[in-house]
């Protein structure tokens, strides 16, 4: 018995050790972000990905994926840092995000992150933090509501004084 709970300790231990106090998995730092809020009931199972499918343009994601009922899986949300020299602007991040996601420009409704503009649509959120760096969140508001998707997207904070070590 007393094996067990030492085991027990130890395992617990590493979790809080990983994860830190006061945080659920998944949460953490991704390229040079905090993230600060989740929704509560979001997937546990958590992947990173870095990838450039765009010339120029460099992708660092977090994705929060479920298993569902017919064996399948289902993104529950998606943050992801880019970054591209030709990010200047907000109307030009516009212009990207639209021919990537092939929707219409005039489809994204303007929108606060903190005290920078944004811009949003059907679960999909994103903003320009400074000349070079973009943030996007993306979530199923099926489960969770465009009232997660602003509060996980204001909860996305630049992390300060990490430099390029505290990227990722």
Do not use: C
Request: charged share 25%.
């Amino acid at each position: 018995m007393m094996a067990g709970l030492r085991v027990l300790a130890i395992v617990a231990g590493l979790g809080l050790a990983l994860t830190g106090p006061g945080m659920t998995e998944g949460r953490g730092v991704l390229d040079g972000f905090v993230i600060g809020h989740v929704p509560g009931d979001v997937a546990t199972s958590t992947s990173d990905f870095e990838y450039e499918p765009e010339d120029g343009v460099r992708f660092t994601s977090r994705v929060w994926e479920r298993e569902t009922d017919d064996g399948g899986h289902a993104v529950d949300l998606m943050i992801i840092v880019m970054r591209a020299g030709r990010f200047t602007a907000l109307d030009g991040l516009r212009d990207f995000m639209s021919a990537y996601h092939e929707r219409a420009p005039a489809s994204w409704t303007n929108v606060q992150i903190g005290a920078r503009p944004g811009l949003k649509a059907a679960g999909q959120v994103f903003w320009l933090v400074e000349p070079g760096v973009a943030v996007s969140v993306t979530i199923d508001t099926a489960r969770f509501g465009d009232g997660e998707l602003m509060a996980v997207a204001e909860g996305v904070r630049e992390q300060r004084g990490a430099g390029e070590a505290g990227r990722r």
